[in-house]
Structure formats: structure tokens, C-alpha cells
């Protein structure tokens, strides 16, 4: 994965910053959690000047009243300990999946308006797991990681004070321990994080192995390719195993290190202080305390250290999430975009040329010139690779032309609000995609209040009326995604319904060469017959009966118009469209 995209943690914490941005709506709980994650770190640290009150004043004593308020004093800590925690865990946890929800939002919304481009060279897939795991780990982070480091920090520093108001001499000890326990941490610590990082890297290939396998099943199986697939996928299933075996093994080593240190440490207290309270110099209650506090420090150590690699994997998230909001689209709307004033719209391209941005060197349009007359009917024909779904695109301005222009009724694109843009043109691709959901969500998919009538118009003219109306459920007849489901001819009468609801100025259609059965295709042909002179029709032909419909045909090759007229004209002007009608429309 070398999109610059995928680096795992990031070191640097205030990469988290931007992340910040998303709980400024939520300050209130923010202020809440706060506040309530300093009360239990007080009444916390509190509870060890209890079990020091508890022991000397309540025991020592011998006094049952003195007990009973010592024990009555140490139970209103653990009553405000419970609540405020109670709190805390609350707040710090929804603040968490608010914000997880809203960067989930902000991203794909900015997503949807980005050129199509930018998803040619950030995969899809990857960046739907962004938007999921990324998050989730923002959440984790936000809702619970930072909170757990902030009550640690405080809990460090409010121990430490203690510790060395109950008994400095004892504190010695366990500050020159200190860095007997950080130096492992550190040092595991970062190599737990590596192995994490190579970890997700490698259940992401699983993951997307089997998304990929899955979804062409019937390819997988046509080809009896499952053995291969089997073994493939187990052997990423082992090559991911193998990095979290070893990432367990380093996190089992850190972890009983620490455990070493931590209660070495404790034992030395223990026989130090013991000895001082039997000769008299410090009271029982006072080691208890101490020990007490000594097991909160380094509690709060270990809790800061298990975080920090949380931290810096949320800071890593976000900073990929960041990085998708902030993608700039190449296809900018100007601030004094207008509309198109007209329903009849015509189309004109002067001297376009454009090269995919993947591939700078090919020219796919090289100097396109061509106009259309609002109502006018013109086919575009050319051996395949030659640019025509290129010219489509541009079209719809989901590529800028490298030179020249695209114009309608006059106006550049550039100048037209993209709305206006897509909202004049009715798209019909080549494969018909269709969303899962009912037949009526698809057909109302640009049209949303669209009437039944509409509706019924729409699928007359595409001649789809009766297929719709043979399905059990009718209009509300539900598709699995992409269609499934449905005929392939069937998916394209529906599209072709679909861009007719939206009444566009200008018709594209990628027709499709093998979905539609004779019959389909001369009701097709009809209809396209009915909507001639009503809309501008661009349209990618492969049939001889489309060819012979339009009112001129363009002869694309390479990138380039070579020429144009009528079918009859083109077959005794153009020795090249001759040639390639011949093939073409031989059938
Ligand atoms: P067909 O009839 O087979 O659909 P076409 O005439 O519509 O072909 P286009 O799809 O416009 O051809 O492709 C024109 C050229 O641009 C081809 O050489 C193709 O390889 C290239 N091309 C298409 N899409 C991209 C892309 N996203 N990035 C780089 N090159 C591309």
C-alpha cells in the first residue's frame, strides 16, 4: 500500500489536534467528564488517607466509635468515587461515538463531492475501511483512551505528592525504580507498536481478498478456482497470524517485566517500611497508605504506557482521516457559477484535448471539435478505445479537458454550477448500475418527488413497463446491490428510465450492445424516436439502427473526429466508416 495513505501510528500525539475540531459541539460534556474525572482522582488518592484513618485512628484506638466513623468517612469516598465515575465513563464514552459519528459524516460527505478521479488512485475498499476502522479507532481513543491517560496523569502526579508526604525515604525507592520499569517499556513498547502496525497491514490484505472473491463468486466458481483461492487466502490468514503471535509474545514479555519490577519494587517498600514500623519511626497506617499510593503511581505508569500506543494509533487514524477531508477535488465550482437559463440545451466542444491524469503521456481526446443543436440526435462510432465514454465524461464534467472547451448553450462548463451541469444531462451508462432497494428508489433516484404517472411515463418510454408490472411486487420489487436480480437488458431499460424521469436537456447514452433482445431494442429505438427533437441526444452507438436514427454521425479514432455526416453519406464518403460498419453492424 504505497498511496501515502496507510502509515499506521503516528509518533507525533498533535497530529490527534485536528480531531479536536469535532468536540467543540460537545464542550458541555466535555466540561462534565472533566470535572468528573478530577473528583475521582481525588476521592481516589483520598482513599488512602482513609485506610491510613481506618487503621490508626480505628484500630489503634480501640475505640468502636472511631471505627465507625472512619469506616462512614471511607465509605462517602467510594460513594462520590462511584458516581463520579459513573459520570465520567457516561460522558467520555458518548462524546466518543458522537465524534466518530460526525468524522464519519464530514468524511464521506466530502467524499461524494470529490472528482471521480481521486478514487482511481485511492482504492475504494481502502478507504471504506478508513472510514470504518479509522473511526472506531478514533472512538476507542476518544472514549476511553484519553480519559484513562488524563486520570493516570493526574493520578501520577497527585501519588507522587503523597508518596512523598507519607514517607520520603520510601519514596526514594520507588523513584529510582522508575526508570527500571519505563527503559522495558519503552523499548517493547515500540516494538509492539511495529508489529501492530504490520498487523493491521496484513488483515487488511485478508479482508480484501475475500471481499474480492465474494463478490465475483460466480467467477471464483465458474473457473473451479476455489482450491487456489483457499490456499492464497490461508496463506495471508498465516503471514497475519504470524505478525499477532509475535506481537502477543512481545506484549506478554513487556507486561511480566513490568509486573517484576513493579512488585520487586513493592517487596523492597514492604521490608523497608516494615522494618521502620516496627522500630517505632512510622505507624502502620502510614506504610498502608504508602503502599497504597506506591500501587496508584505505578498503576498510572503502566495505564499511561498502554495508552500512549492507543494514542499514537488514533493520532495515525487521524491523520489519514484528515488527509480524506482535506483532499481537494480538482473539479472546483467558482463562487459566481451560474445555471443554465434553458431546457433546450446545446452542446459544443472546441479543440478538447485531455490525457487521464494516471497516464499524462496518451492523448485519449487529441483536438475534439463538434457541436450540437438543442433537439438534435448525433451517434458517436469508433473502435473501442477510442475515446467515446472519455467524451462523456467530459461532458458531465467529471474530468477537466486539458485544452479547449466544453460549452453549453454558449457557457463553459467552468462557469455552470456543477448542479446545473449534471442536473441538464441524463446519463444512461453502459452497465446499468442500479442501488439495492426497490425499483421505485432507483427509477426516483435524481427525482425524489416524482409522481406515479411520472413514473409510468418514464418506464413506457423506456418500454419497461410491462417487465416492472410482471414482478411480483411491482415497483416496489426489491434488488440486492448492483441490480442483482434482474435481467441484464432489463437493468438497462430501467436506467434508461431513470436519466428519462429527470426530463434532461441532453440525453447520453452508452448503448449497450448485447443486453437488450430484438425486441427490446426496436422499442427502445422507438422511444428514442418520440424523444428526438424534444432533447439533445448524444448517443455511443454499436447498432446499425441507432446509426440510421441519429441526424449525424461522428467517426471517432484515436482521440479524434475523422469525420461525420449520415450513415448513407459516411458510406460512400469514408472509406474508414465503410470498413467499420461493415464489421460493426454486420451482425
Ligand atoms: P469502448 O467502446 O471499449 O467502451 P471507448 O471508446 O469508450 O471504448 P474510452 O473508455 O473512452 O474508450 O477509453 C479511451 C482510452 O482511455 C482507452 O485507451 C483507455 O485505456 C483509456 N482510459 C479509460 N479510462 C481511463 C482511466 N481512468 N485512466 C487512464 N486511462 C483510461
Redesign the pocket.
Known sequence: MDDGLDRGGSKDLRRLTPALKFLRPYTRQVVYASIALVVTAAATLSLGQGIKLVIDSGFASGDSDVLVDSISLFVAFVLVLTLGTFVRFYFVSWVGERISADIRRAVFSHLLHLHP?FF?TNLPSEIQSRITTDTTLLQTVIGSSVSIALRNVLMFFGGTTLLFFTNAKLSLIVVASVPFVVFPVIYFGRRVRQLSRISQDRLADVGSYAGESLRHIKVVQAFNHQPIDEETFGERVDAALAVSIKRIYQRSVLVAIVMLLVFGAVATMLWVGGQDVLAGKTTAGDLAAFIFYAFIVAGSVGAISEVLSDLQRAAGATERLIELLESPSDIIEKADAGDLASKRVSLALQNVEFS?P??AE?K?IDGVSFSIEPGEMVALV??????????F?LIQRFYEPDRGAITMNGNELGDLKLSAVRGAVGFVP?DAVLFSGSIRDNLIYAQADASDEDIATALDLAHARQFVEDLPAGLDTRMGEDGVGLSGGQRQRLAIARALLCEPAILLLDEATSALDAESENHIRMSIEGLKGQMTILV?AHRLSTVRQADRILV?EQ?RVIDSGSHDELMRSSELYARFAKIQFAA
Not at 382 to 391: F, R
Open positions: 478521479g482511481e487521464y494516471s497516464r496518451t485519449v469508433g473502435p473501442s478505445g477510442s475515446g467515446k465514454s472519455t467524451l465524461d453502459q455511443i471517432l482521440g
